[in-house]
């Protein structure tokens, strides 16, 4: 029973376009979500986050959206770059789950030059 | 310094081997991790150890048995293992237990023959 779901395996985007990651999740009680870059042979990266009291967190060229009501969430990069290229990983918590992250599957993003 | 170290990189073990994996975070944190990941899966919580203490342990079979020394190291203690336990194992930190931002080491591949 996956509370975190990356449908989609893969995503290749021309270098400068828009990235779009999604992300759906099923338990109502998260409120925390994060996404999480990772390389081969290297651990995941902290990328960025959002609380379940905002809708949009920015980070530069990253822009995590959430949409509470249809249990969604998405990252945004623009411009796409090649370094960019990793598995993303969406990872959530709920309040009083003592920081216990659920990972979504993960989505390899591969950016053309 | 938000480098979180693992060795080995890589461990191939024998199923009546005993062996151990280390992690070493020097960013003052408090709560240190484990994880397991198989591959095309999701990262796994195994253990959580909040001031030197274990806080979690996610019903996690006692042919693995974590060990915190001190706040820095967390050593993660190997016997009997199985083959199906081959994996990536993550260690993982972050400020305090439920700090919401964990920092993750690469990961050391473990092959069970």
């Known amino acids: 029973d996956q509370q975190v779901k990356q449908n989609s395996p893969s995503l290749s985007v021309q270098e400068g376009r828009i990235s779009i990651l999604n992300c759906d999740y099923t338990n109502s009680m998260f409120d925390y979500f994060l996404w999480y870059k990772k390389y081969p042979a290297e651990g995941p990266t902290f990328l960025i986050s959002i609380s379940s009291i905002k809708d949009k967190n920015e980070d530069g060229r990253f822009t995590v959206f959430l949409n509470k009501s249809a249990k969604h969430l998405s990252l945004h990069i623009v411009p796409s770059q090649p370094g960019d290229s990793a598995v993303y990983f969406c990872a959530a918590s709920a309040s009083g789950a003592n920081s216990k992250l659920t990972f979504g599957k993960g989505i390899t993003l591969s950016v053309r030059p | 310094d938000t480098e979180v170290t693992q060795t080995p990189k890589h461990l191939v073990m024998g199923m009546t081997n005993k062996k151990s994996l280390k992690c070493e975070q020097h960013?003052?944190?408090?709560?240190m991790y484990w994880y397991k990941q198989k591959a095309k899966k999701p990262p796994e919580l195994m253990f959580v150890?909040?001031?030197?203490?274990?806080?979690i342990n996610e019903s996690v079979p006692s042919r693995f048995s974590p060990e915190c020394p001190n706040s820095s190291l967390l050593n993660l203690h190997l016997h009997a293992l199985q083959p199906e336990d081959s994996a990536l194992y993550l260690c993982?930190?972050?400020?305090?237990?439920?700090?919401?931002?964990?920092?993750f080491g690469p990961g050391t591949r473990l092959t069970v023959t």
């Open positions: 150890y909040s001031y030197e203490k274990l806080s």
């Open positions: 960013m003052g944190h408090r709560a």
């Open positions: 993982a930190s972050s400020q305090v237990f439920g700090s919401y931002e964990q920092y």
